[in-house]
Each structure stands twice: as structure tokens, then as C-alpha cells.
């Protein structure tokens, strides 16, 4: 019978199980109902977008092209992470495949790096259009957008690559209880029996690395922008520049502000419940895919026009 028990320990577990909200296991039911309104509004929201921009003509510029990439992330992003969540709330579906978890880890964290470079070429975009607009439809082309494009994609699909492939070599021994609603990388490297501190250590720089970086460009960014604009002695010209890229600043507040209150209170976990960092992990990826093409459709005249041509066509 030992030796038994042995040969099942040391053979691992085949299966891991999300467990969300440990200690407020009410949580899911009265988060079930607003995050499935927020996962439809990002779907559908997204898609208006793409739609209005591939059939609006006047809508075919390098912007809106970055901006149709951005939807695609959110869209991509959501449907890894939002579904699964929802069938954990609704069907007690809690039990995840070792290659289904270890692909949408990646997946969030390639995804998420890429929405982040797609921020920091949209900054650069709004820095040469006020900084330099007489030279902005020689910068700013489409052959810049596919270049731009080109490198958010390899670099944010490669540098990541490395983090389910460390989680995935480890030796995962009995336990197989996810502290998550997603299969967040140290939420399932600490569930192995090996020194996880290679993966910890690789998770820090690459994320500091990708966005670090980004987030450290688009306030050099902003901060030329700035100065740039309080220089301006024309009336209006001032309202008239910061109205360019206000939406573009609401967006980045969106996506980073979440990001940063998950960081402060995984920082200041022991003084904060388990389950916040857990809801706000869910909630980072889905609250700014919903909100992003309604801040753009509401304070972009193109867009909000297109948008009107288009139900228009419709009906």
C-alpha cells in the first residue's frame, strides 16, 4: 500500500484546479452578472470598432490602424481569460488541462506586453503629431504601422515565451489547487515541489523589461508633449493640442492605474485579503478591453461620425 502511494505521489498530479475566491467564495456570485456585461460590452463595443474602421475610408490612417490593433489584443485577451472565469462562476468548471493553463499564461503575458508596446508607438504617434506636425505624414505612414506592428508582435511573442515554458518543466508533485481564477504564473509555479526562484526572478525582469520600458518612453513622451504645448501662444491652440491625445492619456490611466493598484496590493498582501489581488488580476482584463473603444467612439468626432454612418447603413 506505501509503495502504492508512493508510485501516485511521484507520478504528479494530470489536472489543475482553479479555485477563485478562497476565503470570499460569495464573491463569484455577485461578480457573475458585471463581469458578464463587461465581457459583452468589450466584445461587442470592439467589434463596432474594427467594423467602423475597415468600412470607413476616412478612417484608414496609421492612428486608427493602431487603435484596430488594440482592439484585437483586448478581444484576444478577453476571450483567453473572461470565458473560463465565467464558467467557474456559473458551472463550478474549475479543473484546466496542464497545456490549456500553461497557453493562456502565455497568452496573458504576451498580450498584455503587446497592448502595453501598442500604447508607447501610440504616444510616439501623438508626440510627432503635436511636437512635429509638419513632418508627421512623413513619419507617421503605413509602412511605419507595419513596421510598428512588426516588432509589438515579435518582441512581446518571444520575451514571454520563456515563462510557460519554466512553469511547465517543473515537477508539480500532489498539489494542483490554483489560488486563481486564471493560471497566473507564480500562482501555479509555487504549486511544484522544485526551486521556483528562476521563474520569480525571470517573471520580475521581463515584466519590468517590457513594461518598464514601454511606461518609461510614453512619460518621456508626454512629458515633451507638455512641454511643447504650453508654448504655444495661439488661443485655443492649447485645448485644441491636449484634446489630440486626451484619449489616448485616458486609455494608458485605464490600463495602468489597474495594473499598479495589483502590484501595490500584491506588495502589501499580508495587510490585504488574498482574494483582492485575484479579483483585480480578473478585472484588469476585461474593464479597459470594454472601456478603450467607447472613450475613443465618445471623444473622436471620425470615429463617433463613422459609427453613426454605419447603424445607418444598417437599419
Request: glycine letters at 4%; a positive charge; charged letters at 15%.
Amino acid at each position: 500500500m506505501t509503495a502504492y502511494k508512493n508510485d501516485t505521489i511521484s507520478t504528479g498530479v494530470s489536472e489543475f484546479l482553479l479555485n477563485c475566491f478562497i476565503r470570499s467564495p460569495s464573491w463569484q456570485l455577485w461578480l457573475s452578472l458585471p463581469l458578464s456585461l463587461l465581457f459583452l460590452l468589450a466584445m461587442g463595443a470592439n467589434a463596432i470598432l474594427l467594423v467602423t474602421i475597415r468600412m470607413e475610408a476616412s478612417l484608414h490612417e496609421p492612428v486608427y490602424y493602431l487603435l484596430s490593433l488594440l482592439s484585437m489584443l483586448d478581444i484576444l485577451l478577453c476571450l483567453t481569460v473572461i470565458p473560463k472565469v465565467l464558467a467557474i462562476f456559473w458551472f463550478d468548471l474549475r479543473p484546466i488541462s496542464f497545456p490549456a493553463c500553461f497557453l493562456q499564461m502565455y497568452i496573458m503575458n504576451s498580450f498584455l506586453a503587446m497592448e502595453s508596446c501598442t500604447f508607447m508607438i501610440m504616444a510616439f504617434d501623438r508626440y510627432i503629431a503635436i511636437c512635429h506636425p509638419l513632418r508627421y505624414p512623413s513619419i507617421i505612414t503605413d509602412q511605419f504601422v507595419v513596421k510598428a506592428a512588426t516588432f509589438i508582435l515579435v518582441r512581446n511573442a518571444l520575451i514571454p515565451l520563456p515563462i510557460p515554458i519554466l512553469s511547465a518543466q517543473l515537477h508539480y508533485c500532489w498539489k494542483n489547487v490554483i489560488e486563481n481564477c486564471i493560471c497566473a504564473n507564480m500562482s501555479v509555479s509555487r504549486l511544484s515541489c522544485d526551486d521556483v526562484t528562476v521563474n520569480r526572478l525571470y517573471q520580475f525582469a521581463g515584466g519590468w523589461t517590457l513594461l518598464g520600458s514601454d511606461l518609461i518612453l510614453i512619460f518621456l513622451s508626454y512629458t515633451f508633449i507638455l512641454r511643447a504645448v504650453l508654448r504655444l501662444k495661439a488661443e485655443g491652440a492649447v485645448a485644441k493640442a491636449l484634446s489630440t491625445c486626451g484619449s489616448h492619456f485616458i486609455l494608458i490611466l485605464f490600463f495602468s492605474t489597474i495594473l499598479l493598484v495589483f502590484i501595490l496590493t500584491h506588495v502589501a498582501k499580508r495587510k490585504v485579503s488574498p482574494d483582492v489581488p485575484v479579483l483585480l488580476n480578473v478585472l484588469h482584463h476585461v474593464i479597459p478591453a470594454a472601456l478603450n473603444p467607447i472613450v475613443y467612439g465618445v471623444r473622436t468626432q471620425e470615429i463617433k461620425q463613422g459609427i453613426k454612418r454605419l447603424l445607418k447603413k444598417g437599419w
